[in-house]
């Protein structure tokens, strides 16, 4: 079965940048998602179709693609960014989605 | 806005069948642009992918998962549903309905156990 992998846990102090990546070998050709998850809440879209930002999603987050590797991009990291972050994409038919195992991201 | 709300039952026993339903407002189920998902995440655990069902009603499931689980959609009340069959303990988790990319129910506790 297709997977995507991230690294389990990601530091960075206050103010400097935060990088998760995820890959996947159908991610040259399907879009990826990335989702932040706070603790007894319910998922937040971050990022969608690699490097869009919606609407309310501050600035300092961005993404980007490069062969099968995605990676999310938090620049001048806050407190409040501490969560679980989470990209999910779909299979090379683009039927079967699938979620990365998630990346703590802890802010010193 | 979407708004996306799950219910159903919060304890099911052994073998037996997870059902829950959500409600959707602030949109109708039968426009196009959204995929109508359950998400489930086993307490201290990851998001696992349920299955989804398009506006047209066809339907597409976790293959791990595929032989227990139905998704349908009811038009006349805006909602979809999830059916788990022959559940076991490992299938305790927060259950979250979805509308693909940016619209989630806030999840709902689906505890297994006798």
């Given at each position: 079965s297709?997977?995507?992998?991230q690294p389990p846990s990601v530091s960075v102090s206050p103010g400097q940048t935060a990088r998760i990546t995820c890959s996947g070998d159908a991610l040259p050709k399907q879009y990826a998602y990335w989702y932040q998850q706070k603790p007894g809440q319910a998922p937040v879209l971050v990022i969608y179709k690699d490097s869009e930002r919606p609407s309310g999603i501050p600035e300092r987050f961005s993404g980007s693609s490069s062969g099968t590797t995605v990676t999310l991009t938090i620049s001048g990291v806050q407190a409040e960014d501490e969560a679980d972050y989470y990209c999910q994409s779909a299979d090379s038919s683009g039927t079967f989605w699938v979620f990365?195992?998630?990346?703590?991201?802890?802010v010193l | 806005q979407l708004q996306l709300q799950e219910s159903g039952s919060g304890l099911v026993k052994p073998s037996q069948t997870l059902s829950l339903t959500c409600a959707v407002s602030g949109g109708s189920i039968s426009s196009g642009g959204y995929s109508w998902s359950w998400i489930r995440q086993p307490p201290g655990k990851g998001l696992e992918w349920i299955g989804y069902i398009y506006h047209s009603g066809s339907t597409y499931y976790n293959p791990s998962l595929k032989s227990r689980v139905t998704i349908s959609v009811d038009r006349s009340k805006n909602q979809f549903s999830l059916k788990l069959s022959s559940v076991t303990a490992a299938d305790t988790a927060v259950y979250y309905c979805f509308a693909h990319p940016d619209y989630w129910g806030q999840g709902t506790l689906v505890t297994v156990s006798s």
């Open positions: 297709y997977e995507l992998t990365g195992g998630g990346t703590k991201l802890t | -």
